[in-house]
């Protein structure tokens, strides 16, 4: 973070926050909180299969509450999910959106609870819903430790026509509570662990770095930072492990709320192009640039890094490199989960770069990076990494 001007600073706290193992069980007297006795569900196929939407639904069936379930959601939302779970809770009528899922459930029910509000729209509309009415209260329960989709009223879209990310959002989607669970998480395999755990890391990281970053979202970064270092390897060695998953979980959370007041940076910004042009895994594309990234940044961001390296506990360097000594962490944290793989793995060719490095400039994440790059810049990031 660079030297902070003394003057007004508005920040709006962003959810109520329900933590702790079992918490699960208090989800209908949240729904009845919100003024409501009804829920519609928004998951996917996969907790389905899982059996965790099963146990979601027997706390409401427990608890006499109507609901409606929509689990169409894919690994990469796109507008036709957003639309066909828009469609089936307007059949369904009003209730409090339940978003059961990891980011891209999140990110798709903000997007069905905004449309639902808003009659004849569509999630193609993303960029001119903005200033529609509001949408439906909805409540978010993650079940990975990463995206921080809980703390902010905006989804990452996939626009398939396009072939381009989009934001669907509205302050009234921002989730009303976030109902944080980590026994949700026991059963998460190491690899989606590690996807989602290095999301997370990210975003602590290019929050201290930010052009955006104040002394609130400081605070929020460092200690997410502090805590997904330490506890995100012993998760992924061991998924079984409550303490693990639990200190993750809340982490996970600080790094959203952190990232909601000061924006991200160019880590995102070529991650979300490269996931809408080969499907690659948020997490995976995040890690695949991550170390190339920090080391482009480092001469605009040397205060960032040194907090990172800080809120690590990495002893002080004796040739008091801390940017040197906080890349070098991270490059071990994003080795010992076996995430970073290089980019002709998954599915870029040469042909590609091009429209990646532009994808990634016109990125509104990317205007938030302590140094701007230019398309130049990009493609050299893609090259190191390809």
Sequence with gaps: MGEFTTGQLTIDPTCRIEFGPGRIAHLPELIASLGMSRAFLVTDRGLRAAGVVDQVLKVLDAAGLEYGVYDGVGANPSTGNVDEGAARARAFGRAVVVALGGGSVLDAAKGISLLVGNADAAAADADSLWEALDGLPLIAVPTTSGTGAETNGFGVIED???????????????????????????????????????????????????????????????????????????????????????????????????????????????????????????????????????????????????????????????????????????????????????????????????????????????????????????????????
């Design 160 to 386: 398939t026509a396009a072939c381009r990310k989009v934001y669907l959002g509205h302050p009234s989607v921002k989730p009303r509570i976030a109902l944080l669970d980590p026994e949700l998480t026991l059963g998460l395999p190491p690899r989606i662990t590690a996807a989602t755990g290095i999301d997370a890391l990210v975003h602590g990281i290019e929050s201290l770095a930010s052009r955006g970053a104040n002394p609130v979202s400081v605070a929020f970064a460092t200690q997410a930072v502090a805590m997904v270092g330490r506890w995100l390897p012993a998760a992924h060695r061991d998924g079984a492990d409550l303490e693990a998953r639990s200190q993750l979980m809340l982490g996970a959370h600080l790094a959203g709320q952190a990232l909601t007041v000061s924006g991200l940076g160019l880590v995102h910004g070529i991650g979300h192009a490269l996931t809408a042009h080969t499907g690659t895994p948020h997490g995976v594309a995040l890690a695949a640039v991550l170390d190339e990234v920090l080391e482009f940044s480092a001469p605009a961001a040397r205060e960032a890094y040194e907090q990172t390296a800080r809120a690590l506990r990495l002893p002080e360097p004796a040739d008091g490199d801390w940017t040197g000594a906080a890349i070098a962490a991270v490059r071990e944290i994003s080795g010992e989960l076996n995430v970073k793989q290089p980019l002709r793995e998954l599915g870029v060719d040469r042909g590609m770069l091009g429209s990646i490095a532009r994808g990634a400039l016109a990125d509104a994440v990317t205007r938030n990076a302590p140094l701007q790059p230019t398309e130049a810049d990009v493609l050299g990031i893609l090259d190191s990494a390809f």
